[in-house]
């Protein structure tokens, strides 16, 4: 992967690797912020159809080099006031989508 450009205002860069790079035909994307992690999958799936079967269903994510869990979007935990909680990755984050990986 060559350098990624940092992301315009108001975006976050999505890192795509091994067969997500593959399945994309991208080392990257660039989405607008702020957008909550349970949201993630579903707006990668408009860009990219069939990625959420393919590679998503199996991949790590990290925000900002952490691993982080992405909540199944039938299963939304609300706060007191009905608003879903939860990580929000916010402008200049960078999202790394990391399939398995074999070795031999």
Known sequence: MGAVPKPPKGH???LYFASASSFTS???DTLPAPLPINKLFDTLEERHNGIKDKILS???VTVNLNYVDI???NNNTNNQDGVESGLVIQESDEVAIIPPVSSG
């Open 71 to 73: 909540p199944d979007n």
């Open 26 to 28: 991208r080392e990257y």
């Open 12 to 14: 976050f860069n999505v």
């Open 58 to 60: 199996s991949c790590l």
